[in-house]
C-alpha cells in the first residue's frame, strides 16, 4: 500500500519542485553529490534534510548542503524516526547538533 503524502520524483524534476519539498532523505554520499548537482544552488529555507549516517552527513557538508538531521540508525526505521522528530521540532533535532 502507498504511504500517503510521498511523492517521488524522476532525478531531472528534482530542482523544479524544491520549493514544494519540505523534507529531503540522504541514504548514501553519492546522492548527496548528486543532488546537489541537480539543484545548483541555494536551497529553500524550509527544506529539511536528514542523513542516513555519518559519512553521508560529510558528503552533504562537502556538497553544501545543509545537514538538520542524521539518522540513529542506518535503517529504514532510523530514517523514519529522524523525520518525525524533525518535523515535529520544526526542524530541529539533537542529531543535528552532533555534526
Not at 5 to 30: C, R
Not at 38 to 50: F, M, N, S, Y
Amino acid at each position: 500500500m502507498p504511504t500517503q503524502g510521498l511523492n517521488i520524483l524522476q532525478a531531472e524534476a528534482i530542482s523544479e519542485k524544491l520549493e514544494l519539498m519540505d523534507l529531503v532523505v540522504f541514504s548514501a554520499p553519492s546522492v548527496a553529490k548528486r543532488f546537489a548537482e541537480l539543484v545548483a544552488g541555494a536551497l529553500p529555507q524550509k527544506l529539511r534534510t536528514i542523513a542516513i549516517g555519518q559519512p553521508t552527513a560529510k558528503a552533504m557538508a562537502r556538497a553544501s548542503i545543509p545537514v538538520h538531521a542524521i539518522a540513529t540508525q542506518p535503517t529504514p526505521r532510523g530514517l523514519a524516526d529522524a523525520a518525525k522528530d524533525l518535523l515535529l521540532l520544526n526542524g530541529t533535532t539533537e542529531a543535528a547538533d552532533s555534526k
